[in-house]
């Protein structure tokens, strides 16, 4: 209201929306209702006697100032009206509740109770189907939780030297020395041109990434293995015909070739390591000379047989001689220079004599100390030297009793000179081989409780506020920490310093 030109009435002016404010001199609308209160920011408000506000005094809100549509603002009690946590039925229970603010910011509501603490998600404001970074089964199929908390299928079996497989929705843990995601197997090596030595032998990796027992000649490439080392030492033969797999060494010439030198002509010993001269004819009545670098090869004739130098063919044969008969005996040649009866030999006949052994056997050295192989012209080998002993013509590959892993996680054991599977394949807690035993391999969680790894063995130790990352959480709600200065960081179990205010 205000007095009109004459002074003699008043006048209805402005409506005030909200109030009107008494001067003395001139009044005026004010801003606000005087004792209202509103919030601005995280100040609250309250009008002065002068309708403006903040006038009558201010309050800046420890934790939110909450709005209301009907009636005063006023500061939070308890929370930020809106916001999620996640918290627990009782103090010493898991904080599995996921949990809403409400609008008068004094109570938290439940909103959903989770499976557990660790897929409380308040950030997403939702309970996980798991905890990132964890993997299942769903039938054969291999899944992994994504950075989200939900079910995602793995890109791949193998996690660097870890191995998961499922079968039949059963989930199966190995420590693998390779990881082969390709075939989803642990691998004991890589490249088929790898090779390596174990217990004397050499063996080259396959194609599925296992060793195989190789041969020493690959080629014109010989590779021997000597004393423990587990590399082979690799020499390069002139050319493949001359790798000698019975000897293990690279030859001079191929054992039984001929050739002519100077006129005269030679033959490769048995051991292919020399030439050496040879007579022109031998017992079976074969004549050998030389037509310029060529060796021409011939025979004494029907009745006809060399003489006992070998410089000559003669009538019948000479008394004493041998030769080597049809069907693979030995004849001797009686006094009278004829050829007697065949005797018989167990490995046929070689140079007028019977062969030692089959050629390509393999034989345990009499002392069974290391292994012999019978060459092509029917006499034992070099030996070679068994670490373990030779059983049954083949190096030992363990010492009995001796035990040890397989892949990374198949405990052995060596039984008659031979690795053998010692019970089922490492998984679960105790997923790795070590001597011979399952052991585990590092702490981790187990449920709300942690599984202590401690020197292969583990035990469960039971976790008051839950496990959270392979840890005994500290807390698993607010109350746990100091609730002026910290809040519960439920994803990693901690008590972390509440932010300021921005």
Same mark, same amino acid.
């Given at each position: 209201?205000?007095?009109?030109?004459?002074?003699s009435?008043?006048t209805r002016? !402005?409506?005030c929306?909200?109030?009107c404010?008494?001067?003395?001199i001139a009044?005026?609308?004010?801003?606000?209702?005087?004792?209202t209160k509103q919030?601005?920011?995280? %100040?609250?408000?309250?009008c002065g006697?002068?309708? /403006?506000w903040?006038s009558g005094g201010? +309050?800046?809100?420890?934790?939110?100032?909450?709005e209301?549509?009907?009636?005063?603002?006023h500061?939070?009690?308890?929370c930020?009206p809106?916001?999620? $946590?996640?918290?627990?039925s009782?103090?010493?229970?898991?904080?599995n509740l996921l949990?809403?603010?409400n609008e008068d910011?004094d109570?938290?509501v439940?909103v /959903?109770t989770?499976?557990?603490?660790?897929l409380c998600d308040?950030a997403? $404001?939702?309970?996980d189907?798991?905890?990132p970074?964890?993997?299942?089964?769903?039938?054969s %199929?291999?899944?992994?939780?994504?950075?989200?908390?939900?079910?995602?299928?793995?890109?791949?079996?193998?996690?660097?030297?870890?191995?998961r497989?499922?079968t039949?929705?059963?989930?199966?843990?190995?420590?693998?020395?390779?990881?082969d995601?390709?075939?989803?197997?642990c691998?004991?090596c890589?490249?088929?041109?790898?090779?390596?030595?174990?217990?004397?032998?050499?063996?080259?990796?396959d194609e599925s990434?296992h060793?195989?027992?190789?041969?020493n000649?690959a080629?014109?490439?010989l590779?021997?293995c000597?004393?423990?080392s587990?590399t082979?030492?690799t +020499?390069?033969?002139?050319e493949?015909s001359?790798c000698d !797999?019975?000897?293990n060494?690279?030859?001079?010439c191929?054992?039984?070739?001929y050739?002519?030198?100077?006129g005269d002509? +030679?033959?490769?010993?048995?051991s292919?390591?020399a030439?050496?001269?040879?007579?022109?004819?031998?017992?079976m009545?074969?004549? $050998?000379e030389?037509?310029?670098?060529s060796?021409v090869?011939g025979s004494?004739?029907?009745g006809?047989?060399?003489?006992a130098?070998?410089t000559?063919?003669i009538?019948?044969?000479?008394?004493g001689?041998t030769?080597?008969?049809?069907?693979?005996?030995v004849q001797?040649c009686d006094?009278?220079g004829?050829?007697?009866?065949a005797s018989s030999?167990?490995f046929?006949?070689a140079d007028?004599?019977c062969r030692e052994c089959m050629?390509?056997a393999t034989?345990?050295?009499?002392?069974g100390?290391?292994?012999?192989?019978c060459?092509?012209d029917?006499?034992?080998g070099?030996?070679t030297?068994c670490?373990?002993?030779?059983?049954a013509? +083949?190096c030992?590959?363990?010492a009995?009793g001796?035990?040890g892993?397989a892949s990374?996680?198949?405990?052995r054991?060596?039984?008659?000179?031979?690795w053998?599977?010692?019970g089922?394949?490492?998984?679960?807690?105790t997923?790795t081989?070590e001597a011979?035993?399952c052991?585990c391999t590092?702490?981790?969680c187990?449920g709300d409780?942690l599984l202590?790894?401690? /020197?292969? %063995?583990?035990g469960?130790q039971?976790?008051l506020?839950g496990?959270v990352?392979?840890?005994c959480?500290?807390c698993n709600?607010?109350?746990?920490?100091d609730?002026e200065t !910290?809040?519960?960081?439920?994803t990693t179990?901690?008590?972390v310093?509440i932010p300021?205010?921005?």
């Amino acid at each position: 209201m205000v007095c009109n030109a004459d002074r003699s009435a008043l006048t209805r002016a !402005e409506t005030c929306p909200v109030s009107c404010i008494e001067n003395g001199i001139a009044d005026y609308c004010g801003e606000c209702e005087h004792g209202t209160k509103q919030c601005n920011g995280k %100040v609250l408000e309250t009008c002065g006697t002068n309708g /403006e506000w903040g006038s009558g005094g201010t +309050e800046t809100c420890s934790i939110a100032c909450v709005e209301v549509s009907d009636g005063d603002d006023h500061c939070a009690a308890v929370c930020t009206p809106g916001t999620f $946590r996640c918290g627990s039925s009782m103090t010493g229970m898991p904080a599995n509740l996921l949990q809403q603010c409400n609008e008068d910011g004094d109570d938290w509501v439940t909103v /959903e109770t989770c499976g557990s603490a660790a897929l409380c998600d308040a950030a997403n $404001r939702e309970c996980d189907d798991c905890v990132p970074g964890e993997y299942s089964c769903t039938g054969s %199929v291999l899944r992994v939780c994504d950075a989200t908390g939900h079910w995602a299928p793995a890109p791949s079996a193998c996690s660097e030297n870890t191995l998961r497989t499922c079968t039949d929705g059963v989930l199966d843990v190995k420590q693998c020395t390779i990881c082969d995601a390709t075939n989803a197997e642990c691998d004991d090596c890589s490249g088929t041109n790898t090779y390596s030595c174990a217990n004397g032998m050499l063996r080259r990796c396959d194609e599925s990434g296992h060793w195989q027992s190789a041969n020493n000649c690959a080629g014109a490439t010989l590779r021997t293995c000597e004393g423990t080392s587990s590399t082979p030492k690799t +020499e390069m033969c002139s050319e493949a015909s001359l790798c000698d !797999e019975a000897n293990n060494e690279c030859d001079v010439c191929p054992p039984g070739n001929y050739r002519c030198n100077g006129g005269d002509v +030679e033959r490769c010993n048995s051991s292919g390591q020399a030439w050496v001269p040879v007579s022109y004819c031998d017992s079976m009545g074969t004549t $050998r000379e030389c037509d310029g670098d060529s060796v021409v090869t011939g025979s004494c004739g029907p009745g006809k047989s060399c003489n006992a130098e070998g410089t000559a063919c003669i009538d019948g044969c000479t008394p004493g001689a041998t030769r080597c008969a049809t069907g693979g005996g030995v004849q001797t040649c009686d006094a009278d220079g004829n050829w007697g009866a065949a005797s018989s030999c167990p490995f046929g006949c070689a140079d007028g004599a019977c062969r030692e052994c089959m050629p390509g056997a393999t034989e345990c050295t009499p002392n069974g100390t290391g292994v012999r192989t019978c060459g092509t012209d029917g006499t034992w080998g070099t030996p070679t030297q068994c670490t373990f002993g030779c059983l049954a013509g +083949e190096c030992a590959a363990c010492a009995d009793g001796a035990v040890g892993c397989a892949s990374g996680n198949q405990p052995r054991i060596c039984m008659n000179g031979a690795w053998v599977n010692k019970g089922p394949a490492c998984s679960g807690d105790t997923p790795t081989c070590e001597a011979g035993a399952c052991v585990c391999t590092a702490t981790k969680c187990s449920g709300d409780d942690l599984l202590v790894c401690d /020197e292969g %063995v583990p035990g469960l130790q039971p976790c008051l506020n839950g496990c959270v990352n392979a840890a005994c959480a500290e807390c698993n709600d607010d109350t746990d920490c100091d609730e002026e200065t !910290e809040t519960c960081n439920t994803t990693t179990g901690t008590c972390v310093p509440i932010p300021p205010p921005p």
